[in-house]
């Protein structure tokens, strides 16, 4: 098997041990730093979303036929926009933010999708209309967990091409891999240290926080993950 840089879970449960100063599961049990590990996970993937980098982000389709996300089953075409006035859509279980809606059936690519309030009076003007009309423009909400609702209605079916920021899922087999630009997994073993001596009432708890967010911060800290525009340096009177 080739190298990778990216940590298994039984890795980073092993540096989490070494760190506790525990090689034989004693106090701690396998699940219990396995928890602490997805807390951790889930605590520097927040951070790595503030800096809007599309790391994280993937690409469905309408077109996708039926998924399994989580362990449930769901089925892309149930963003597919349809021509029976249906203003609701349920976008996949593991949406955490939306970054952008194309269509992709042919001849209605120029059709635009944005983002407002469903209390913008705007949107709500739209959602009176009980007609469904040609689409051009469609003003999108999403609510609750992951619905999105349209202010229009579509006299014509649509297929969709989304692109969204997506929750990671926990890791649960010893081989699943961390996916986490490279170096912020120190990160997520040192605050899974923090969270373990918390729970021992150890005071060194306080200072594996810190040295986390040290990791955080010297590796978001050190570029942007694309940088291909010149960078200028300015005179002060300019």
């Known amino acids: 098997m080739p190298s990778t840089p990216r940590k298994t879970l039984s890795s980073l449960r092993t540096a989490v041990r070494a760190n506790v100063d525990e090689s034989v599961a004693s106090f701690w049990s396998n ?3 396995n928890g602490a590990i997805n807390r951790a996970k ?3 993937w927040t951070e790595v979303r503030k800096l809007k980098e599309d790391y994280f982000d993937i690409t469905r389709t309408s077109l996708d036929g039926t998924l399994t996300i989580f362990g449930d089953t769901y089925a ?11 203003q609701s859509y349920t976008l996949p279980p593991d949406l955490a933010e939306v970054v952008l809606i194309e269509v992709i059936t042919s001849g ?3 059709v635009t999708f944005e983002r407002r309030r469903m209390a913008d009076p705007y949107f709500r003007a739209a959602r009176m209309v009980t007609s469904s009309l040609t689409p051009a423009l469609f003003w ?3 609510i609750g967990e992951r619905t999105m609702v349209l202010a229009q209605r579509s006299d014509t079916t649509l297929d969709l091409q ?3 920021t997506p929750i990671l899922a926990d890791l649960s087999a010893d081989v699943d891999l961390l996916e986490m630009p490279h170096a912020l997994y120190m990160a997520v073993e040192e605050f899974a240290t923090a969270h373990a001596l918390k729970m021992d009432r150890d005071p ?3 200072a594996w926080e810190q040295t986390g ?3 955080v911060a010297r590796a978001l800290g050190a570029s942007a993950r694309q940088n291909q525009d010149p960078e200028f340096a300015r005179g002060a009177f300019e």
């Open 31 to 33: 699940a219990t730093l």
């Open 140 to 142: 999108f909400d999403i």
């Open 162 to 164: 989304i692109t969204y």
């Open 76 to 86: 892309a075409s149930s963003f597919q926009i349809l021509n029976n006035g249906t």
């Open 42 to 44: 889930d605590r520097v």
């Open 108 to 110: 209605y690519e120029y």
């Open 204 to 206: 060194n708890s306080a």
């Open 213 to 215: 967010n040290a990791s």
